[in-house]
């Protein structure tokens, strides 16, 4: 099974960007789908963004123009940079694999990494 580690988070002021990065562990890396959420104090977990096996990617409206997803399948890694961040930003942001014929949401998960931007 895949273990994930996110990197990157931090502290930003608005305006500002990040990059975060989630190595996965194990020989599948290329067979999943890898993704991107977050969950801000007091919310539900929502999915950001990801990208396929294939390398077609998705976002969620709120990211659209200002995020984008990555994968490098020689680095067993995934990334996501963020762009114009925003205080409504501010979350833990979570990398998520799962084999495509399982449901959003399910798979494997990092321990998260912090994102926080001030305004």
């Known amino acids: 099974q895949e273990e994930l580690v996110e990197s990157g988070g931090g502290l930003v002021q608005a305006g500002g960007s990040l990059r975060l990065s989630c190595v996965a562990s194990?020989?599948?890396?290329?067979?999943?789908?890898m993704g991107w959420f977050r969950q801000a104090p007091g919310k539900q977990r929502v999915w950001v963004a990801d990208?396929?096996?294939?390398?077609?990617?998705n976002y969620a409206d709120f990211v659209k123009g200002r995020f984008t997803i990555s994968r490098d399948n020689a680095k067993n890694t995934v990334y996501l940079q963020m762009n114009s961040l925003k205080p409504e930003d501010t979350a833990v942001y979570y990398c998520?694999?799962?084999?495509?014929?399982?449901?959003?949401?399910?798979?494997?998960w990092g321990q998260g990494t912090q994102v926080t931007v001030s305004s």
């Open positions: 194990g020989s599948m890396f290329r067979r999943y789908r």
């Open positions: 998520n694999a799962r084999d495509p014929i399982l449901a959003p949401g399910s798979g494997r």
């Open positions: 990208v396929t096996t294939l390398g077609m990617t």
